[in-house]
């Protein structure tokens, strides 16, 4: 009788960190890696990589499944479908929000949260909190849940029933600095945005087009030096989530300059969409990709590209939310075609982030492959306390891996494994895309097919962020 040395091993893979990449076989052991090398023993199973990129699985940051939102609206993604998805896409971990209401207490946005994930995911998961209502019961409670595991936060600077005053976001940054956690800001202004709105309300326009027009830029970069300058005031690093463009993205470089710990975030739909796929005159068709910050100009583009190449953003994440467009549930509450400022805001793109970031970004050569797996799962395991048990290709981490396939595609929402009716990415043209994913040593999807389990998945209780401070604006996190 044969006895193997592990439960599973990989062949001839050409694999990929942060900082390295080697040719090696990886053992899997009771799903962790157990041995790198060449020539190691057998695995009760063996896949022979045959010289294919062999990176870690992905680490989603940033996506949105199964949140509280007012009726009619309801997000298509539960935690089944959203994990899912996200595994036919090689992400292998999870963060989406649990969302606290005005009034509720965050141990119970907490709990409610959990009994939504229960038994439902595929792949392992944690949760940051998005604080609404920070009475004083919630900055009482908010101390022992970092404790607990729940090491990250968001906050909003817009929308009327989630947004914080600049007195609000102090308090809770200074809680911040004393637990050491990340505190993550959406920075728009919302006195300008609404100012904006309605005078395009005035003028009836009202097509989703005008959703762009009412958060220009400046909106955005404004926001972006309050929240700054709260940062510095308060002493605790914050990270600034979908950056948008080149005026946001100044601000960023120029606290980087001063000394300032500055971490952030951006995402596909600034650099795939343009404002010209919000639509025009009064096609609602554009309604798909309303989001917030919109998407900017083609040539904003080329800023974001090199931001994620010279370093001045830290993480790619996909703020995955997903609405359905033809849906009384969705874009069209009610099965109206309503105005622009009633629009749920929110693209889906779990399962295209990192297909896109590779074809394009490193396939195209404006990233290295190192720097592709800093973004995608490495720095995201950093920022939110996964490190290093997830994020790399070392012993002792989760064989969370994939192994990439470059065989030309097409990107269809009819091969999409969300509950989504439609991809804003649709029709375009990928290089490569994850043949395989592992999760924990245990194949999950295989090149088109969904292999995982409903509720697999392990809720992930996590540490303190382990980045390094960045203080010049061209210094990469290594």
């Given at each position: 009788m044969t006895t193997h040395t592990f439960d599973l091993v990989i062949r001839n893979a050409h694999a990929a960190t942060a900082s390295d990449t080697f040719k090696c076989d990886i053992g899997i052991q009771n799903g962790q890696i157990a041995q790198l090398g060449l020539g190691i023993a057998s695995g009760s199973k063996e896949i022979d990589a045959q010289g294919a990129w062999v990176t870690p699985g992905g680490i989603d940051g940033h996506c949105h499944l199964d949140e509280p939102v007012p009726p009619p609206l309801r997000m298509a993604?539960?935690?089944?479908?959203?994990?899912?998805?996200?595994?036919?896409?090689?992400?292998?971990?999870?963060?989406?929000?649990?969302?606290?209401?005005?009034?509720?207490?965050?141990?119970?946005?907490?709990?409610?949260?959990?009994?939504?994930?229960?038994?439902?995911?595929?792949?392992?998961?944690?949760?940051?909190?998005?604080?609404?209502?920070?009475?004083?019961?919630?900055?009482?409670?908010?101390?022992?849940?970092?404790?607990?595991?729940?090491?990250?936060?968001?906050?909003?600077?817009?929308?009327?029933?989630?947004?914080?005053?600049?007195?609000?976001?102090?308090?809770?940054?200074?809680?911040?600095?004393?637990?050491?956690?990340?505190?993550?800001?959406?920075?728009e202004n919302a006195d300008c945005i609404e100012w904006l709105t309605r005078r395009l309300e005035q003028q009836e326009r009202t097509s989703p087009r005008y959703h762009a027009h009412s958060r220009p830029m400046l909106v955005e970069r404004e926001a972006t030096h309050r929240a700054i300058s709260l940062s510095?005031?308060?002493?605790?690093?914050?990270?600034?989530?979908?950056?948008s463009g080149k005026e946001a993205m100044d601000q960023i470089r120029w606290a980087r300059n001063q000394g300032i710990t500055i971490y952030a975030e951006t995402c596909p739909q600034y650099l795939f969409l343009t404002e010209q796929d919000l639509g025009c005159d009064d096609h609602y068709e554009g309604a798909r990709c309303v989001c917030s910050p919109p998407p900017r100009d083609k040539n904003n583009q080329q800023f974001v590209w090199q931001g994620l190449s010279d370093g001045l953003f830290t993480i790619f994440s996909s703020d995955h939310a997903p609405f359905s467009y033809d849906s009384p549930e969705g874009k069209k509450p009610g099965g109206k075609q309503v105005p622009f400022r009633r629009i749920p805001n929110g693209i889906p793109g779990l399962e295209t982030r990192l297909a896109l970031l590779f074809s394009y970004g490193v396939l195209d050569g404006r990233l290295s492959i190192n720097r592709f797996v800093e973004l995608t799962s490495t720095n995201p395991a950093k920022a939110y306390g996964l490190h290093p048990k997830k994020g790399t290709i070392a012993i002792g981490a989760d064989a969370d891996?994939?192994?990439?396939?470059?065989?030309?595609?097409?990107?269809?929402?009819?091969?999409?494994?969300?509950?989504?009716?439609?991809?804003?990415?649709?029709?375009?043209?990928?290089?490569?895309?994850?043949?395989?994913?592992?999760s924990r040593g245990q194949i999950v999807y295989d090149h088109g097919t969904f292999k995982g389990a409903v509720g697999q998945g392990r809720f992930l209780r996590r540490t303190a962020p382990t980045l390094q401070p960045i203080h010049s604006p061209g210094s990469e996190n290594r």
């Open positions: 993604d539960n935690f089944e479908t959203g994990t899912r998805s996200a595994a036919c896409g090689g992400t292998t971990t999870i963060i989406p929000f649990a969302v606290q209401r005005k009034g509720q207490s965050l141990r119970e946005a907490v709990s409610n949260y959990h009994d939504r994930a229960q038994d439902l995911a595929c792949i392992d998961y944690g949760f940051h909190m998005i604080i609404t209502d920070p009475s004083e019961q919630v900055l009482h409670e908010l101390p022992g849940l970092i404790d607990e595991g729940y090491t990250s936060f968001k906050m909003y600077m817009t929308y009327e029933d989630m947004k914080l005053n600049d007195h609000q976001i102090l308090d809770l940054l200074d809680i911040a600095r004393t637990k050491n956690a990340m505190a993550m800001v959406h920075a510095e005031l308060a002493g605790a690093p914050i990270m600034i989530v979908h950056v891996l994939v192994i990439w396939s470059e065989d030309p595609q097409t990107i269809q929402n009819i091969n999409l494994h969300h509950a989504v009716d439609y991809t804003p990415y649709e029709g375009i043209g990928l290089r490569a895309a994850p043949g395989l994913t592992l």
